[in-house]
């Protein structure tokens, strides 16, 4: 079994910043290959947000946090980040991350390709 808990959500304003990290447990270490995270607000569908591959040198981002959000991995802490800065209140979301489990295709946006997900984190941009 493959477990995923993520931390570091929080409250901040308008400019600020915040890391958020993914933890994974369970299955090996082949089991994390390409990571996702994605958000979701209340009465919204899950929007991607970021995408990274095993060694970290490719990653892909939403258009509405390109520029602004950063995702990195530290595989020896089977571990993923998200660095989002200059956050904005619709950047106000329960954040997730997730593994992509399918066998073909590289980074990918849509959510039916993520198996194994988190419980969330909570961050809230105030005006």
């Known amino acids: 079994q493959v477990q995923l808990v993520e931390s570091g959500g929080g409250l901040v304003q308008t400019g600020g910043s915040l890391r958020v990290s993914c933890a994974a447990t369970?299955?090996?270490?082949?089991?994390?290959?390409?990571m996702g995270w994605f958000r979701q607000a209340p009465g919204k569908e899950r929007e991607f947000v970021a995408a990274i591959n095993w060694g970290g040198g490719s990653t892909l981002y939403a258009d509405s946090v390109k520029g602004r959000f950063s995702c990195s991995r530290d595989n020896a802490k089977n571990t993923v980040y998200l660095q989002m800065n200059n956050l904005r209140p619709e950047d106000t979301a329960v954040y997730y991350c997730?593994?992509?489990?399918?066998?073909?295709?590289?980074?990918?946006?849509?959510?039916?390709?993520?198996?194994?997900w988190g419980q969330g984190t909570q961050v809230t941009v105030s005006s």
């Open positions: 997730a593994v992509d489990t399918t066998p073909i295709g590289g980074l990918k946006r849509t959510v039916r390709f993520y198996t194994y």
């Open positions: 369970g299955g090996s270490f082949s089991s994390y290959v390409n």
